[in-house]
């Protein structure tokens, strides 16, 4: 898998800090997508915000959802899933604990790992 086919989804703040911190680092991330069609075609942090469904054209993404309720994550996960990707290409980020510690280094570490998979 390439890694510049990385999309973060939910532009908000949790999105928009995990956005920045793997732009400084190895990944470069096409975009957010967010179900909110009042953000759809916005811009975000210089990033666009287009709806999931471009995900259908792009066969390879590597999506992080980025939202704070457990339940609204697993919504979009089943969304993820029903437009075509596989479980091994969602992660989620639900707070920003995970951006403050050491996790995040892992989860960088991590989807070194899960690129080498797809």
Same mark, same amino acid.
């Given at each position: 898998?390439?890694?510049?086919?990385?999309?973060?989804?939910?532009?908000?703040?949790?999105?928009?800090?995990?956005?920045? %911190? $793997? /732009? !400084?680092?190895?990944?470069?991330?096409?975009?957010?997508?967010?179900? &909110? *069609?009042?953000?759809?075609?916005?811009?975000?942090?210089?990033?666009?915000?287009?709806?999931?469904? %471009? $995900? /259908? !054209?792009?066969?390879?993404?590597?999506?992080?959802?980025?939202?704070? &309720? *457990?339940?609204?994550?697993?919504?979009?996960?089943?969304?993820?899933?029903?437009?075509?990707?596989?479980?091994?290409?969602?992660?989620?980020?639900?707070?920003?604990?995970?951006?403050?510690?050491?996790?995040?280094?892992?989860?960088?570490?991590?989807?070194?790992?899960?690129?080498?998979?797809?």
């Amino acid at each position: 898998m390439e890694k510049e086919n990385v999309y973060i989804h939910c532009a908000g703040l949790l999105g928009g800090a995990v956005a920045r %911190i $793997l /732009k !400084d680092g190895e990944y470069n991330v096409k975009g957010f997508i967010d179900n &909110n *069609k009042y953000l759809q075609d916005g811009y975000l942090l210089g990033w666009e915000i287009k709806s999931p469904d %471009i $995900l /259908k !054209d792009v066969p390879n993404a590597l999506v992080i959802i980025c939202h704070t &309720n *457990k339940d609204t994550c697993n919504e979009i996960r089943i969304q993820l899933k029903e437009l075509g990707l596989k479980e091994n290409q969602i992660r989620i980020i639900n707070n920003l604990t995970d951006i403050e510690s050491m996790e995040l280094l892992n989860f960088r570490n991590g989807l070194n790992e899960l690129f080498a998979k797809i």
